[in-house]
């Protein structure tokens, strides 16, 4: 959805972090309630989705994630179109159910 050259988009965070000592699990955890307060929803294990009004917005959650990242972790970060993000799949077992929306509200800066 496009308003006034504004491109609302997905932001998908996809991350790989050690979680063998006490510490690497509190630092794990840690991240992901950055995640949460941030706005993203738990797409899977470790792949966090957050819908954004723009790409100016989109940037500024990236970067929150960014600086969030515990020091042996790794990030992924992908931006997807609302399209995009509508096309994806999700099968559970045998039965397949609908893909996370994106909201319906306008946000205005």
């Known amino acids: 959805m496009s308003f006034g050259g504004f491109r609302s988009m997905w932001v998908m965070a996809m991350f790989d972090l050690p979680t063998t000592t006490k510490a690497e699990r509190k630092a794990y955890q840690g991240f992901r309630k950055v995640l949460l307060k941030d706005g993203f929803l738990r797409i899977q294990f470790s792949v966090y989705a957050r819908h ?58």
């Open 52 to 109: 954004c009004a723009s790409e100016e917005n989109a940037v500024v959650h990236e970067n929150r994630v960014e600086v969030s990242l515990p020091p042996d972790g790794e990030i992924r970060l992908l931006r997807l179109t609302d399209k995009q993000f509508e096309r994806m799949k999700v099968f559970y077992g045998k039965k397949r159910k609908p893909a996370e929306k994106a909201p319906e509200q306008l946000s205005f800066f």
